[in-house]
């Protein structure tokens, strides 16, 4: 896995080993940041579910201003220090939160966080013909301290698998939809 843009461009990431993490798919990042462009840029940028932290990094090579990632797997977060710490990243910009998404986003709500950018490619869920879904992705949708950690005019980039049909909720206004694959990459904006 490699950074593909921004001044640590190239640069290849370490990864945990096995299937416990799914990295987002080189073209589905590059569609993710071709159609982020320059909101990137002096971002403050929240990674849920951040696995490797690779759209994090991605985010901090391509001029974020910082990034939070919360990663529950403490070998995971681990993995996520050593690669901010290489020489072409700017590693205090970076805050990893060996923690659950769903205990850390109250806890950031209730504190005034705010982020401009927030990515979550979370573990997809199964296919979910004739019932709602039960996935991650559909959990952050419902999530009510989400959208209080979004700042005004901030977009949040929702990955989950093609078979898992989710349900908007009124909370969230989807302004743009990619498919790669078995990949989707929806983006959200508060209402």
């Known amino acids: ?108 709500a209730a504190n005034g966080q705010q982020f401009d950018l927030i990515l979550a490619d979370p573990p997809y869920g199964d296919k979910n013909v004739g019932r709602r879904s039960t996935s991650f992705a559909q959990k952050l949708l419902d999530d009510p301290s989400l959208p209080k950690v979004l700042a005004a005019g901030g977009r949040f980039a929702l990955g989950h698998a093609r078979r898992d049909t989710l349900e908007i909720s009124p909370a969230w206004l989807e302004v743009k939809m990619l498919k790669h694959g078995d990949s989707v990459m929806r983006f959200l904006e508060k209402t």
């Open 1 to 108: 896995m490699r950074i593909t843009g921004g001044h640590a461009g190239g640069r290849i990431l370490k990864v945990p080993k096995g299937m416990a993490v799914r990295p987002t798919i080189g073209r589905v990042k590059q569609a993710v940041f071709n159609s982020l462009g320059e909101r990137v840029v002096g971002a403050r940028v929240l990674e849920l579910f951040a696995g490797s932290g690779a759209l994090s990094l991605e985010c901090l090579s391509r001029g974020a201003k910082s990034a939070v990632c919360v990663e529950l797997s403490s070998k995971h977060a681990d993995f996520i220090r050593r690669n901010a710490a290489m020489p072409d990243l700017v590693g205090d910009a970076l805050e990893v939160r060996t923690q659950d998404v769903f205990a850390a986003l109250p806890q950031m």
